[in-house]
Each structure stands twice: as structure tokens, then as C-alpha cells.
């Protein structure tokens, strides 16, 4: 299995179709506890977090700011008090890519390692 945190984000500019179901499967196995979901006819994976209050919720929300600029791939993220909801999809092909989860998996170890 290869290790989703240790890759790095490409970029995408779209002209690709997003993942089949089977890699979905088989990539969503390898991060924890994301679910998959869709929206407006698109595949996302989402993950909701809970932190003591607003003050740590920030703290994490930078922290993922940090990694997503670094890998140039966002996720979508609404903030509640001391809940964080993050969704990864690729906007450009309108689901899911490589990145998602390569995104996700680097979310999972900071929160490991906290």
C-alpha cells in the first residue's frame, strides 16, 4: 500500500475525469475516517473534527491552511465553534483526484500527531 502522505499534490487543470469508484474505494481505505459523499452531482470526501473550543478549532484550521498552500490543493472548511467539517474535491473536474486523498492522508498525520 503506498503511502498517501508522503506524495505530493499535482496540479490539475482539469480536462481529466474524476476517479472511478473502484480507486475511490481503494484510496478511501487508505485515510481514516473520511466519508465519501456527493453534492451537486459530484464525489467528495468529508471529515468532521472536534475541538475543546473555538481557540483550538483555529489553531488545527491554520495548520491545514499551512499544508494546503504548500501542496496548492484547499479544502473547503466550515468552521462551527469547536467543529471543523473539511471537504476535499477537486473543483476543475468537479469530483474526486489523487489529490483529495493525498490531502486527506496529510491531514490524518497531523492530527496523529498531536
Not at 499535482?10 to 480536462?15: E, F, R, T, W
Not at 491545514?64 to 466550515?78: K, L, Q, R, S
Request: proline residues 4%; aromatic residues 8%.
Amino acid at each position: 500500500m503506498e503511502n498517501l502522505a508522503k506524495k505530493k499534490c499535482v496540479p490539475c487543470k482539469g480536462g481529466i475525469p474524476p476517479l472511478e469508484d473502484q480507486k475511490i474505494k481503494k484510496l478511501l481505505f487508505q485515510v481514516d475516517s473520511w466519508d465519501l459523499e456527493e453534492e451537486s452531482g459530484h464525489k467528495q470526501i468529508v471529515k468532521d473534527f472536534k475541538f475543546k473550543n473555538f481557540v483550538e478549532a483555529m489553531s488545527f484550521v491554520n495548520k491545514i491552511a499551512g499544508i494546503a498552500e504548500g501542496e496548492g490543493h484547499h479544502p473547503n472548511i466550515d468552521i462551527k465553534y469547536n467543529r471543523v467539517r473539511l471537504t476535499n474535491y477537486t473543483h476543475v473536474i468537479k469530483g474526486l483526484h489523487d489529490n483529495d486523498f493525498i490531502l486527506a492522508a496529510k491531514i490524518d498525520k497531523l492530527v496523529s500527531n498531536n
